[in-house]
Nanobody, 121 residues
Framework: QVQLVESGGGLVQPGGSLRLSCTASGSIFRINSMAWYRQIPGKQRELVAV???????NYADSVSGRFTIARDNAKNTWYLQMNSLKPEDTAVYYC???????????????WGQGTQVTVSS
């Protein structure tokens, strides 16, 4: 069984910074990609940032230049450093990974439990 556990959300003032962390554990053969999504109530979940196994990263236009995704492959952990936060960044943030478990033929999509990020003065 594979699990993702995330941490690091909270309340921050506009212009502030937060770092989210996500760790994958369990019977992992390979992690193909690591990502962060966010969701505002009543809206669809949107991709914030992704890093694939080769190291290529991609960001939503709304966070490009402010957010950075980074990974520590040895720890099966990835991070989202969020700088210059704006009120419109307020959302529940979910980590996501495409993982091939040990013994599996195909990879599957896994999600963290979500963490609230609130940007407000």
């Amino acid at each position: 069984q594979v699990q993702l556990v995330e941490s690091g959300g909270g309340l921050v003032q506009p212009g502030g910074s937060l770092r989210l962390s996500c760790t994958a554990s369990g019977s992992i053969f390979r992690i193909n990609s690591m990502a962060w999504y966010r969701q505002i109530p009543g809206k669809q979940r949107e991709l914030v940032a992704v890093v694939i196994s080769g190291g290529t990263t991609n960001y939503a236009d709304s966070v490009s230049g402010r957010f950075t995704i980074a990974r520590d492959n040895a720890k099966n952990t990835w991070y989202l450093q969020m700088n210059s936060l704006k009120p419109e960044d307020t959302a529940v943030y979910y980590c996501n990974a495409v993982i091939r478990p040990i013994g599996a033929i195909v990879s599957s999509n896994y999600w963290g439990q979500g963490t609230q990020v609130t940007v407000s003065s």
